[in-house]
């Protein structure tokens, strides 16, 4: 396999092994061929096969096939080395499919005998999955990515194994080095980590819209050859079957070399599944707190209250259709996360109510735990679609001693006070009244007795006549 690398092949997998990449070919296939018999890691056989799936990308699953000829056509010479045998076969395909060097009839017959019964026997294969698919992943709020490590790779099934494992190799510049070890900081708690950090995503191998995290089945991670423990616990078992653990990033910046010398290398060993195929990447991000998200919020400014006063008409406006119309909207000022006064009032615009929750909350409950959920109508509120509500701004800055509020049909909104309120301002009303005019008491009476006196003087004026 090595020896039908070219020059170029050749010195990126002597660089790529950290040897000396100057000379000519002979000389680069000899150190590749050393390479070889001392020993090489995997990550060095990964990349070889790499490189040879770059240059014969329809061949690469018959290299059993090709070893095996390799070593039958050439143990007939005894008297050459391996190294010589090698550089035949490098000859052979520099020169291309089209124009084979000749052999000797003992070697032909042994070629076609090696290779008739073995190509007769091949069985169609899978169609491999790109090494680099054009993922796109879905952006966190919390992170701010400052460089790709490693592009999304796919973690395609290389045989019919239960179990696949690949291997991932980047390296840091001393730019990055520098980066993430200025950035340690002390947590509550006396927690220290790295607000730069390397994160490590799957997702799955879909191009048609930015995924979110999803791990495959079993999945298990080696950074630099020690097991990195995945965050949580899987759930259990239902009616016997497995469950997927949620996907969710990865900070390795604790398993990793923090050196722009050494390499480091991600192992990643999964359970493939029928009709899907992961993906895999690295970042290098930097962490964000609720309070800078707060602040970008703000900085995209407040949504003019026009808009929320025609979504409101829009709500109050009499349906023909129906036999119940609504008049007024009652409304709440205080937050249904923390059920404490709005100071922030934002909701998403893909919310169709106009219920508000307070933003600050809503970003520090997911920095705990990012689920990005209304808390009023339990859909999808993600930070890009959050937006402040001036007209909610304006109420709160114009009444603080309210937490309810009723909007009427023209948009306009009146203050709702608590029945107990409203029985004690009324009850100052009538004691005020009471005490300014007292002398208004006996006029109330009279006209209450007079009638009755004249019911009965009319009464006995009839029977009088009558006698």
């Given at each position: 396999m090595v020896s039908s690398f070219r020059v170029s092949e050749l010195q990126v997998l002597l660089g790529f092994a950290g040897r000396n990449k100057s000379g000519r070919k002979h000389e680069l296939l000899l150190r590749a061929l050393h390479l070889l018999k001392s020993g090489c890691s995997p990550a060095v056989q990964i990349k070889i096969k790499e490189l040879y799936r770059r240059r014969y990308p329809r061949t690469i699953e018959s290299l059993p096939d090709l070893s095996a000829l390799k070593s039958s056509v050439f143990s007939l010479d005894s008297n050459s080395s391996v190294v010589d045998s090698d550089l035949a076969v490098a000859a052979a395909h520099s020169h291309g499919p089209s124009s084979v060097p000749p052999l000797s009839p003992t070697h032909s017959a042994v070629l076609l005998h090696e290779t008739k019964p073995r190509i007769d026997m091949q069985q169609p294969v899978p169609p491999i999955p790109p090494v680099h698919p054009d993922v796109e992943m879905k952006s966190l709020p919390f992170y701010d990515v400052l460089d790709v490590l490693i592009k999304p790779s796919s973690l395609g099934a290389s045989n019919i194994q239960r179990f696949q494992e690949k291997y991932f190799i980047f390296a840091l510049t001393p730019q990055q080095v520098r980066e993430v070890c200025i950035s340690r900081d002390f947590f509550p708690g006396g927690r220290r980590d790295y607000m730069v950090q390397i994160q490590l995503r799957f997702c799955l191998a879909e191009t048609s819209c930015p995924q979110e995290d999803n791990f495959p089945n079993s999945l298990c991670i080696k950074v630099n050859g020690k097991v990195f423990q995945l965050p949580g616990y899987p759930p259990p078992p239902k009616n016997g079957v497995e469950q997927k653990r949620?996907?969710?990033?990865?900070?390795?910046?604790?398993?990793?070399?923090?050196?722009?010398?050494?390499?480091?290398?991600?192992?990643?060993?999964?359970?493939?599944?029928?009709?899907?195929?992961?993906?895999?990447?690295?970042?290098?991000?930097?962490?964000?707190?609720?309070?800078?998200?707060?602040?970008?919020?703000?900085?995209?400014?407040?949504?003019?209250?026009?808009?929320?006063?025609?979504?409101?008409?829009?709500?109050?406006?009499?349906?023909?259709?129906?036999?119940?119309?609504?008049?007024?909207?009652?409304?709440?000022?205080?937050?249904?996360?923390?059920?404490?006064?709005?100071?922030?009032?934002?909701?998403?615009?893909t919310c169709s109510h106009l219920q508000c929750f307070d933003a600050a909350l809503y970003l520090q409950m997911n920095e705990k735990k990012p689920t990005w959920i209304c808390p009023v109508c339990d859909k999808k509120a993600a930070y890009e679609s959050l937006i402040i509500d001036g007209l909610f701004m304006e109420i709160l800055n114009d009444c603080s001693d309210v937490d309810e509020i009723k909007f009427q049909e023209d948009g306009s909104w009146c203050p709702m006070r608590p029945k107990k309120e409203a029985l004690k301002l009324s009850a100052q009303c009538s004691t005020k009244i009471e005490s300014s005019s007292p002398i208004n008491l006996p006029c109330a009476v009279m006209p209450t007795s007079e009638p009755s006196s004249l019911k009965k003087a009319d009464i006995i004026d009839l029977t009088l006549e009558t006698s």
């Open positions: 949620p996907g969710r990033p990865l900070n390795i910046t604790s398993s990793v070399r923090l050196s722009s010398a050494v390499p480091n290398q991600i192992s990643v060993t999964w359970a493939p599944e029928i009709g899907k195929t992961y993906s895999m990447s690295v970042y290098l991000v930097r962490q964000l707190t609720s309070s800078l998200l707060l602040q970008r919020l703000k900085m995209k400014g407040i949504r003019n209250p026009d808009h929320s006063r025609a979504l409101i008409k829009e709500k109050l406006t009499a349906d023909p259709d129906s036999e119940i119309a609504t008049t007024s909207l009652r409304v709440s000022l205080m937050c249904p996360l923390g059920k404490m006064r709005l100071t922030v009032p934002c909701r998403a615009v």
